[in-house]
């Protein structure tokens, strides 16, 4: 079965950019979308097809995929960015989510 | 506003059955495919099931298929999971999810999200 592999977590300061890997086998072939969750609440979509932001998430989400590697982008990353995110691709008619990466704002 | 609403989860004993439900409003139910996304307590989300917006295809994740099964029914707006053969494992938050597609596919995406219902097995 296909696998999404993320770093277990990643520490970014407040101001600086902060990026997020998602590996898969030829993933630059199929398209990624990513969510964050934050504790006690659902996850909300980020980005979606590689790199389209949803009305609502500000313009500091960023997101590529090439080759066999996608990243999630944040800029000017701020307190209220620390989640967990989480990359998605579609694969033989199932849904694949990455591990997850916790984003810790320090 | 699109809102998606679950309920059915408890504690049940290994073995046992259980069956979720997800009451859509604010779109179209009969146009989006819906999918049933897990996640055991302090683990990452894994995804379950996923059934066309017409109900006439389903998939399952490896680690459900034969023991759950997803379900609609456009008329009422409600998606269900039905479980059988519970194991400790199923132990999770359950969430229901929209897909922006109706026929799902690579362009696929998750655009709205419940709030979860917990399922608990343990004798």
């Known amino acids: ?106 | 506003q699109v809102q998606l609403v679950e309920s059915g989860g408890g504690v049940v004993q290994p073995g046992r059955s259980l069956r979720l439900s997800c009451v859509a409003s604010g779109f179209t139910f009969s146009s989006h495919g819906m999918h049933w996304v897990r996640q055991a307590p302090g683990k990452g989300l894994e995804w379950v099931a996923v059934v066309w917006s017409d109900g006439g295809n389903k998939f399952y994740a490896d680690s459900v298929m034969g023991r759950f099964t997803i379900s609609r029914d456009n008329s009422k707006n409600t998606l269900f999971l039905h479980m059988n053969s519970l194991r400790a494992e199923d132990t999770a938050v359950y969430y229901c999810a929209r897909d922006v597609l109706g026929v799902v596919g690579p362009n696929q995406l998750l655009d709205y999200w419940g709030q979860g219902t917990l399922v608990t097995v343990s004798s």
Do not use: H
Request: with cysteine; aromatic share 10%; hydrophobic share 25%.
């Open chain 1, 1 to 106: 079965s296909y696998e999404l592999t993320q770093p277990p977590s990643v520490s970014v300061s407040p101001g600086q950019t902060a990026s997020i890997t998602c590996s898969g086998d030829e993933l630059g072939d199929k398209y990624v979308s990513w969510y964050l969750q934050k504790p006690g609440q659902s996850p909300v979509l980020v980005i979606y097809r590689d790199t389209k932001r949803p009305s609502g998430i500000p313009e500091r989400f960023s997101g590529s995929n090439s080759g066999n590697t996608a990243t999630l982008t944040i800029s000017g990353t701020q307190a209220m960015d620390e989640a967990d995110y989480y990359c998605q691709a579609w694969d033989s008619s199932t849904v694949v989510f990455g591990g997850g990466t916790k984003l810790t704002v320090l």
